[in-house]
């Protein structure tokens, strides 16, 4: 007699965790200072380049897309299927290019 088989996929929060404890160090936390009169105060900056900004004031946190699909396919983990069900579930999950600055030369 057969069983049914499940397909073996993680959870998407899980693996969305996992990226950013991975990545703590390409992370800068941000807190307070988001209006236009106050200066932005950093709480953390990154030890090396720049993946994730955490907004913690603003509950936000951007990620670079390009980063984290590369973490994806290389743990073997479908992008898309953890993007799609990232959007399902009950958090916000928007998928936006975004840039971020690299350090200069003699900075």
């Not at 073996?8 to 965790?17: E, F, M, S, T, Y």
């Not at 936390?29 to 106050?38: A, D, V, W």
Request: charged share 25%; net charge positive; glycine share 8%.
């Amino acid at each position: 007699m057969r069983g049914i088989v499940k397909e073996n996929r993680r959870d998407p929060r899980g693996l969305l965790v996992e990226f950013m404890n991975t990545h703590i160090n390409n992370t800068i936390i941000i807190t307070g200072g988001m209006s236009k009169t106050s200066p932005m105060i950093s709480a953390e900056e990154p030890k090396s380049g720049l993946l994730i900004r955490s907004e913690i004031d603003r509950g936000i946190a951007y990620i670079s897309r390009s980063a984290i699909r590369d973490w994806l396919i290389k743990g073997g983990s479908d992008y898309n299927w953890v993007s799609a069900h990232l959007r399902n579930q009950e958090f916000y999950w928007k998928i936006t290019p975004v840039r971020f600055c690299q350090p200069t030369a003699g900075s």
